[in-house]
């Protein structure tokens, strides 16, 4: 279940229910192939903040935020947990000009509990900046 708030992140609130999931299932890989297409693409820094000395923001399905503490309910399925991301992502990614700078790319899990289905999450770092750097730049 997606929370009925929404979370304040760089000046703009995402709301957090109602995601609107793409009509075909798609996979991880070609949701970060989408987020990707046209941006240049850099590797991130293993710190809090990339390149540009700004923060990473933390997108899991269900929920975006801007620091750590919180946690999204996992997903009945991975095409759900993976529809939730790609919508979240997108809607950060939106109007945002610059660089997608990778702290960790989509991870797709799934946890199980004896006697309960399998439960899906899916987790990113990332920042999308258009202050430039030349340090692990990648072309995608």
Known sequence: MISRRSVMMSGFAVP???VNA???PMTLESAVTELERGRVVM???PSARAQ???PYVIIRHGMVLAGEGE???AAISEAEAVAQWFSLAMRYAAGRPGILYWRTRPEVESHRVIGQPARWTV???LLISDKATTRNRVEV
């Open 71 to 73: 946690f999204a309910e």
């Open 16 to 18: 957090m229910f109602g």
């Open 123 to 125: 987790y990113s770092r």
């Open 43 to 45: 590797l991130g820094t």
């Open 52 to 54: 540009t000395g700004e």
């Open 22 to 24: 793409p009509a075909a």
